[in-house]
């Protein structure tokens, strides 16, 4: 059965401390891994990997991707209390029609 | 940027009623919609996979009776929860893609369902 997991569930951080959220995923046709910041209501896209080894980066936010172990990691350097929220990891499985796979979630609370 | 409405935002019935929920892209072709059911404090769970102009395709465990999506253009996506119980009270959000994009959905903002 296809799955992904993500770890910790949930993180309480001081600003200006530097994070590193986990992903793991079993699925069969992997496509490409995202990751996404949802915080009162539909969550909001980060990042797309596709490739092993290379490094997405967007402001204070990283990801990057293992697809021989099988996971990815979204890192966030000095937090902010802007940065609580729950971090979704989702992996696009491709067997004919597409469709995606979320995580449990990560949820991050960034204290002041 | 791409826009994903939904209606209505927030929906309270009784039990037994049906609820018709809408999914509509407003400034883009959505050759793919989605709907995702969210649990307080739980992660996105994908219910269907709804293509335009054909039958969704239901994950496991969701009975396609019970919530019943019609995709009958490009920009409108509606599911349909029949005979609404308690159980079936949620957040249920939908989201889109273009066909040469998938990488990105755009999410709408989501319906809260509470069933008495």
């Known amino acids: 059965e296809d799955k992904v997991v993500q770890s910790p569930l949930s993180l309480v951080v001081h600003e200006g401390d530097t994070v590193t959220l986990n992903c793991s995923y079993e699925?069969?046709?992997?496509?490409?891994l995202l990751w996404y910041k949802q915080e009162k209501k539909a969550p909001t896209f980060l990042f797309m990997l596709?490739?092993?080894?290379i490094e997405k980066k967007s402001g204070r936010l990283s990801s990057i991707l293992d697809k021989k172990e099988l996971f990815s990691i979204l890192n966030i350097t000095a937090t902010q209390t802007g940065d609580s929220a729950v971090y979704l990891c989702a992996v696009e499985e491709a067997s004919g029609t597409y469709k995606y796979i979320f995580g449990t979630g990560t949820r991050l609370k960034v204290l002041a | 940027g791409a826009v994903v409405s939904q209606h209505p935002s927030r929906v309270i019935c009784k039990s037994g009623t049906s609820v018709k929920i809408e999914c509509r892209s407003l400034d883009f072709q959505a050759t793919t919609m989605f709907w995702y059911r969210q649990f307080p404090k739980k992660s996105l769970m994908l219910m269907a996979t709804?293509?335009?102009?054909?039958?969704?395709?239901?994950e496991q465990g969701v009975e396609m009776d019970k919530f019943l999506i019609n995709h009958a253009s490009l920009t409108l996506s509606t599911l349909t929860v029949t005979s609404a119980h308690p159980e079936d009270s949620s957040f249920y959000i939908c989201s889109a893609s273009r066909g040469d994009r998938r990488e990105t959905q755009y999410f709408g903002p989501g319906t809260r369902l509470l069933v008495l």
């Open positions: 709804s293509n335009e102009g054909s039958k969704a395709t239901y």
């Open positions: 596709t490739s092993s080894g």
């Open positions: 699925v069969t046709n992997f496509r490409s």
